[in-house]
Nanobody, 119 residues
Framework: QVQLVESGGGLVQAGGSLRLSCVVS????????MGWYRQVPGKQREFVAH???????HYVDSVKGRFTISRDNAKNTVYLQMDSLKPEDTAVYYC?????????????WGKGTLVTVSS
């Protein structure tokens, strides 16, 4: 079993920054990738960024150059540094991962943290 707990959301003005954290507990040895999605009420959940076990990163075009995903293995924590925030970044941000410990991908999600960007 894997547990993901996000934190770091809040209210920020456009142009500001926030850093989201996702603490991972449970079986953490076969998690790949680690990443973030976001969702606006009434819309589909949208991929934001992920970090592969080999260090590769991938971002949705709308956040490239503004968001950075990173990982601290010693703290079992994944971060999403969000700079130059825009009102359209307002959403609930969810941490996710796939657990491969049983040989197949089992997805896990956190409960989300709300980011609100005011204009």
């Amino acid at each position: 079993q894997v547990q993901l707990v996000e934190s770091g959301g809040g209210l920020v003005q456009a142009g500001g920054s926030l850093r989201l954290s996702c603490v991972v507990s449970g079986i953490t040895s076969r998690l790949d990738p680690m990443g973030w999605y976001r969702q606006v009420p009434g819309k589909q959940r949208e991929f934001v960024a992920h970090l592969g076990s080999a260090g590769s990163t991938h971002y949705v075009d709308s956040v490239k150059g503004r968001f950075t995903i990173s990982r601290d293995n010693a703290k079992n924590t994944v971060y999403l540094q969000m700079d130059s925030l825009k009102p359209e970044d307002t959403a609930v941000y969810y941490c996710y991962t796939n657990d491969w410990s049983r040989g197949v991908a089992t997805p896990y999600w956190g409960k989300g943290t709300l980011v609100t960007v005011s204009s």
